[in-house]
């Protein structure tokens, strides 16, 4: 199983481990918490 960044917090985990994923731009983004899902959505072109 791949590893994947959180693009919020820059935690690595394996892409079975993320809690929250949010589909933007044609890519799919993982994320360790829904808190860290809850910011990406509000400011996505922050951490893309
Ligand atoms: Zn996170």
Known sequence: M???????????IAESDAVATVEHGGSTYYFCSQDCAEEF????DDYT
């Open 2 to 12: 791949a590893d994947v960044k959180d693009p919020v917090c820059g935690m690595v």
């Open 41 to 44: 959505r509000e400011n996505p």
